[in-house]
């Protein structure tokens, strides 16, 4: 049952791992230190290298074999390790995020072009569509941006119209046709949101290895206390 729920661990680990690639390529313009996907990685590995764990330890369990449960311990104690370390990095990553957020996304902002979106653009687009949000720390950061002084025409980009509304243009005439909310706040809390799903990840199942330790413990214990019974035959009399 627990070699199951490993097997079953190993495959939650590598889809949490990829989901924090995917959503940071949502983010990525946000966020310049590509270090904080070091956790997300580990976890990847380390939800590969439990598939094959699980049958180590499904095979020594089967043989009985002192050997491989031992091999199945120590191999477990050591992704135990590597999950702690997952999670402190992901601590230290974690309280990095309102940083790096802060040091790149007035960068990102001041670069972005309407007429002829680049990927910086459509990042921009797609978080203030997503996250429900317009500019920095709200729509009038937008008054400050090269794109809005070229254009002159009073607007924000379209992403920054309220989604129900189908007949917003984003002029600045209309602010109540637009969120109010600054987008800085949102994507730190968004990235922050990712990070804590890898720490909960490895707290989880570094619980799980525990548990797993113990079991493979206990089965080493009881084979060592068994006695070793053989059959004896002499002289046509059993012993």
């Not at 990847?44 to 020594?60: M, R």
């Amino acid at each position: 049952v627990f070699l199951c729920l490993l097997q079953a661990a190993a495959g939650i680990l590598c889809y949490v791992g990829a989901y924090v690639f995917i959503t940071y390529d949502d983010y990525d313009h946000f966020f310049e230190d590509v270090y904080t996907l070091i956790p997300a990685v580990i976890i990847i590995a380390v939800g590969t290298l439990l598939f094959i764990i699980g049958l180590i330890g499904c095979c020594a369990t089967i043989r009985e074999s002192r050997c491989g449960l031992a091999t199945f311990v120590i191999i477990l104690l050591l992704v135990f390790i590597t999950e702690v370390v997952v999670v402190v990095l992901g601590y230290i990553y974690r309280a990095k995020v309102e940083d790096e957020v802060d040091h790149s996304i007035r960068k990102v902002y001041n670069g972005y072009n309407g007429t002829n979106p680049d990927a910086a653009s459509r990042a921009i687009d797609y978080v203030q569509r997503q996250l429900r949000c317009c500019g920095i720390h709200n729509y009038s950061d937008w008054e400050n941006t090269v794109w809005f002084k070229q254009t002159k025409n009073n607007s924000v980009p379209l992403s920054c119209c309220k989604a129900a509304l189908s007949n917003c243009t984003g002029s600045l005439t209309h602010p109540m046709d637009l969120y109010s909310e600054g987008c800085e706040a949102l994507v730190v809390k968004k990235l922050q949101e990712i990070m804590m799903y890898v720490i909960w990840a490895a707290l989880a199942f570094a619980a799980i290895q525990l548990l797993g330790m113990l079991c493979a413990c206990v089965v080493l214990c009881r084979r060592s206390r068994d006695p070793a019974y053989e059959l004896l035959i002499t002289g046509g009399t059993y012993a």
